[in-house]
């Protein structure tokens, strides 16, 4: 394991941490002064673009980093002197979460951009909003993978022990990390699934509130739309997540975890949504759909809670 190289181009990204603060803070701050104000939204589409294409280069150039720790980073098996595995990291993990999240909502909030209303202004504006927060507080360049760097180097400590006891524990508690976790298929698979229905939930959720202040057959349609793409998002990656919980939890209750059961009560929520458009021309439909769609959302909203307020298999409590 090839630590001192790791720690190289670790640093190589911290470097970057200043300037990808104030280039982010900046564009979305400026994103969110255009959807604030009436006479700046002409400037918003072209503003979008410059806040999305900054977010989707940091994208790139994490990736890169990524790219790295799996050429840098060998795993020795302490027993055979062999590698036994590389990390393979995905992108949406740890800090970098609500990067990704804001990459996704930008790229949401260009698709509607060009319509120029009130609804695109108030999309983009999220966009500018989780952009800002990105940069604050989960800027994925300042500490990079804080957590899997705490486990190289609590692993390189211990492979360096004189004890190969101590070396086979620290080998087994890295080993079992990465292929469960980090290098699981899955891992690729699930999470993104689940951070794209997060962004078309909250386009919708948008759009609903845009249905009570009027009845714009635009803004139904957007928020059906992105509730219907959001909700196959999360079918898919409620399916994937069975057959990975059954391989990393194997015998544990998982079935009962607060997380799990928030999200089947989440998906049977947006069903009776999406449902609720087939008499949305009954009297009374339009605001109850609105406001069930927008109900479904703080359910969402709750569902993430969840993972770090409740103690569970699924939960970080």
């Known amino acids: 394991m090839d630590l001192a190289a790791y720690i190289l181009e670790r640093n190589k990204i911290i470097v970057l941490a200043t300037p990808v603060t104030l280039v982010l803070a900046l564009l979305s701050l400026l994103v969110l002064g255009a959807a604030l104000l009436p006479q700046a939204r002409r400037y918003l589409p072209y503003l979008l673009v ?9 994208f790139v150039i994490l990736a890169f980093y990524h790219l790295r720790i799996y050429e840098t980073v060998a795993l020795p098996n302490p027993a055979t002197g062999l590698a036994a595995g590389r990390f393979k990291i995905p992108l949406w993990i740890e800090d970098e979460k609500l990067y990704f999240q804001a990459l996704l909502v930008g790229l949401f909030a260009l698709a509607i ?43 390189s400590a211990g492979m360096a022990s004189p004890s190969p006891a101590q070396q086979m524990q620290a080998f ?10 980090y290098n699981s298929a899955y891992m690729w698979i699930h999470p993104p699934l689940l951070f794209v229905s997060y962004a078309a939930f909250a386009v919708s959720f948008v759009a609903c509130i845009f249905m009570l202040l009027g009845k714009v057959k635009e803004h139904e349609k957007t928020a059906y739309d992105s509730a219907k793409l959001g909700y196959l998002a999360l079918t898919f990656g409620i399916l994937v997540g069975y057959p990975w919980a059954i391989a990393a939890w194997k015998d544990s209750p998982w079935w009962w975890a607060p997380k799990i059961n928030m999200a089947l009560m989440l998906w049977f929520a947006y069903t009776g949504y999406l449902h609720s458009r087939l008499y949305l021309t009954r009297r009374g439909m339009w605001k109850t759909t609105a406001i069930l ?15 770090y307020v409740v103690p569970g298999t699924h939960s970080v409590a």
């Open 50 to 58: 410059s806040l999305t294409g900054t977010l989707l280069a940091g």
């Open 113 to 155: 951009a060009r319509r120029r209303d009130g609804l695109s202004a108030a999309v983009g504006g999220l966009a500018g909003g989780l952009g800002l927060a990105t940069a604050l507080v989960s800027n994925p360049f300042a500490a990079p993978l804080p957590d899997l760097h705490e486990t190289l180097l609590r692993t």
């Open 172 to 181: 087994g508690a890295a080993f079992s990390q990465m292929q469960y976790f």
């Open 293 to 307: 769609g927008i109900a479904c959302f703080a359910a969402l909203v709750l569902t993430y809670l969840t993972t």
